[in-house]
Every structure is written in structure tokens, then in C-alpha cells.
């Protein structure tokens, strides 16, 4: 194979296609870039993704989580359980509203929050959980929602790796108070930085609407204290015209994915719970802790990039690190787990590479 032919595959590969640029340009000669009747818009679209009555776009992923927690009033002395294998936006965002972040530990298989775990952490403090459908595949809302009911406890979904993910055929972000999304560019649709809040409650969604630009619904008319979070409207026709690819882009990634599932062997490959739609945010898979630098080396030299997410569970990250709880169950999978490219725009060649690649590891 010539150079040119064995490109490097890269673990992911944000789309900026002539559509994106073109909506662009237009919101841009139209002069009205602030949120205006593309955010409008991209929120009454997207609802059909998360299966809500109502959806709050905002300038990213991070921001809707907190923008959640604050219309939630969620603050100082609660306690909010997060699972601790994540990206540290699922603990900050508690932590910026000054509430606490209590880490469970997460599921060996799903690495999703583990409900047991959730369980044994709930205390006279603790006001919420947040699940995180990490790389796409949704956590056991059935337990959760349950023990949530039990004891009186809101849900808010951290769906922002798992746009379109469902349990028996209900989306992610439709089962608890409120669920968000995030559009990082590399995500699986992007608005360049962009995010956006799921609820079903209509008073719950004007909150929002309140909280993210300034306490304002009619200009100068404050009412509540409201921080600045609001989606532009070059970003909301960005998200749009992704948004029309998100179901065959989804169809994609889950193909490649039932290859993988049915060609690897010398890895452990991601299981799926019945009733569960995974969306492949990432194909996550696990070797031996002692051979994972090996691996991702070998993959390397191969051409084909990997990745770990994440290599360092958030309670073991400096500004939680005083914390000093234990995890055994998270602390093994952040030194087995490592992602192979399943993106929407690999190649049949490409994942005859990848599937190569891995099957010809020497562990
Ligand atoms: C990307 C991500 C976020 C934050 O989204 P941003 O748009 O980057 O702020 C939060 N939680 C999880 C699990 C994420 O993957």
C-alpha cells in the first residue's frame, strides 16, 4: 500500500461540510447573529431528538448543565451524585453552582453509573443524580428513575455524548427533570461550541430561558439574576443543518460498530444492555492495564489513531483529589479502556484497517 493509500485514521473527525458554511454566511448577511429565529428554530427541531416538550439552547455543553442545576436550585449544601469516570464538566458544573459532587462508582460492563452504588450515597444532603450516558450508551434509567422516585430525588440527565440514545425506545434527556446535550465539534452533531437543556416542564423551561440571558424576557425587564449563556444564531443554523444528518450520521456510527462487535478478538468489546440504543458517541473496548500503552502504540504505527477517555477518573483530578474516596470498579476501567474510530465518515477500507489493525494487536 502506498503512502498516499495508508493515511492516518484520526479517532475523530469533526464535520464542516459546504451546507454548514452556507447557513453561516446566510445568518451572517442577514445581520441577526444573536439568538434569534435560528435558535428558535433549532430548539423546536431538536425536541425531536430528545423527546421533550421543550428545549433551551446555550452556548455549550458545560453551560447547560449548569444552567439545569441553577433553575433547579441546586446550591450551596446539596449534594449532587455524579459518577467520577467522566469529563470533569459533569462534577464542575455541580461544583460552579456550589453545591458538592459525590462520586459513585460505575457499572464493570455499561461503564455507566452503577444504581448500587448511587444507592449507598444518598444521604440527608443529596438533592439529585446525574447519570452520564458515557460514549453514547444510555445509562439504566430504569433502576435510577426508580430509586430517584423513592427518595424524592430530581434526575438530570448528562446526555452530552449521547444525542439520540434511547431505553426501550424513550430518548435520553426525557427522564428526569431535565436532560442536556452538547454540540463540541467533536461530538456526534456540532454547532461549533454549542448546548442545549431537554425538559418537559413548560414553567421549568422559561426558568432557563430567564437564567441564560440575564434574568430578561422583555429587554431591561429583569426579573430573576441570569448569567449570559446564549446560543448565536451562526451556531444555531450550524446545528440545524447537522441536525438533518444526526439520524443517518447515527445509523453510520451503529453500523460500524455491529462490525467491530462481530470481527475483534483480541479485545473485550462493548456489551449492550437489552432494550438499550447505543449511539456510539465512541467504541470503547478494554485490554490489560499493563498492555494498554502497547496497544494504543501499536494502533499508532498502524495508522489508525486511539484514545482514552478517561485516563484519569474526575475524583482523581487535583481540584477534587482531597476528597479521597474509592472507586475500584472506575479506577479499572480508566487504565483499560481505550477508543478506536467509529466515526460516520470512515471508509469501508478504513474499517478493514481499524478491524485489522486491532486483530493483529500482540498483547
Ligand atoms: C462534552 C461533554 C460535556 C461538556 O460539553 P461542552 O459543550 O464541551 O461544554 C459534559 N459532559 C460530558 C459527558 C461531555 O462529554
Keep these: 500500500m502506498s503512502d498516499e493509500q495508508r493515511e492516518f485514521i484520526p479517532p475523530a473527525r469533526p464535520h464542516i461540510g459546504e451546507a454548514e458554511i452556507e447557513a453561516a454566511v446566510r445568518v451572517l448577511r442577514s445581520g441577526m447573529v444573536v439568538q434569534g429565529p435560528e435558535v428558535a428554530a433549532f430548539e423546536e427541531e431538536f425536541t425531536k431528538v430528545s423527546g421533550t416538550a421543550h428545549c433551551v439552547a446555550v452556548n455549550?455543553?458545560?453551560?447547560?448543565?449548569?444552567l439545569a442545576l441553577l433553575a433547579m436550585g441546586v446550591g450551596p449544601g446539596d449534594e449532587v451524585i455524579v459518577p467520577s469516570f467522566s469529563f470533569a464538566a459533569s462534577a464542575n458544573a455541580v461544583r460552579l453552582v456550589g453545591a458538592d459532587p459525590v462520586f459513585a462508582?460505575?457499572?464493570?460492563?455499561?461503564?455507566?453509573?452503577?444504581?448500587?452504588?448511587?444507592?449507598?450515597?444518598?444521604?440527608p444532603k443529596t438533592v439529585a443524580i446525574m447519570p452520564v450516558h458515557l460514549y453514547g450508551n444510555p445509562a439504566d434509567m430504569t433502576r435510577l428513575t426508580a430509586l430517584a422516585d423513592r427518595h424524592g430525588l430530581a434526575i438530570l440527565e448528562d446526555a452530552c455524548q449521547a444525542h439520540g440514545a434511547q431505553v426501550d425506545g424513550k430518548p435520553v434527556g426525557s427522564f428526569g427533570k431535565a436532560g442536556t446535550f452538547s454540540f463540541y465539534p467533536t461530538k456526534n452533531m456540532h454547532s461549533l461550541e454549542g448546548g442545549m437543556v431537554s425538559t418537559d416542564d413548560a414553567q421549568f423551561a422559561r426558568t432557563l430561558r430567564l437564567l441564560r440571558n440575564q434574568g430578561m424576557e422583555q429587554r431591561y425587564a429583569n426579573e430573576i439574576v441570569g448569567a449570559n449563556m446564549r446560543m448565536t444564531d451562526v451556531s444555531a443554523a450550524i446545528g440545524r443543518v447537522q441536525l438533518g444528518q444526526l439520524d443517518a450520521w447515527t445509523?453510520?456510527?451503529?453500523a460500524n460498530a455491529a462490525r467491530f462487535?462481530?470481527?475483534?478478538?483480541?479485545?473485550?468489546?462493548?456489551?449492550?444492555?437489552?432494550?438499550?440504543?447505543h449511539i456510539y458517541h465512541q467504541y470503547t473496548v478494554r485490554v490489560d492495564a499493563a498492555e494498554r500503552d502497547s496497544a494504543l502504540a501499536q494502533l499508532k504505527d498502524a495508522g489508525v489513531g486511539s484514545a482514552v477517555y478517561y485516563p484519569t477518573p474526575i475524583h482523581k483530578l487535583i481540584p477534587y483529589a482531597h476528597m479521597d474516596v474509592d472507586l475500584p470498579v472506575t479506577d479499572r476501567a480508566a487504565a483499560e479502556v481505550l477508543s478506536i474510530p467509529v466515526h460516520p465518515s470512515l471508509t469501508e477500507g478504513d474499517l478493514d484497517r481499524v478491524i485489522a489493525a486491532v486483530n493483529a494487536l500482540e498483547l
Design 261 to 277: 462487535d462481530a470481527e475483534l478478538k483480541t479485545v473485550v468489546t462493548p456489551p449492550v444492555a437489552a432494550g438499550a440504543r
Design 251 to 254: 445509523e453510520q456510527r451503529r
Design 60 to 66: 455549550s455543553g458545560t453551560s447547560a448543565l449548569q
Design 105 to 123: 462508582d460505575i457499572e464493570a460492563d455499561s461503564f455507566n453509573i452503577d444504581p448500587d452504588s448511587v444507592a449507598s450515597l444518598i444521604g
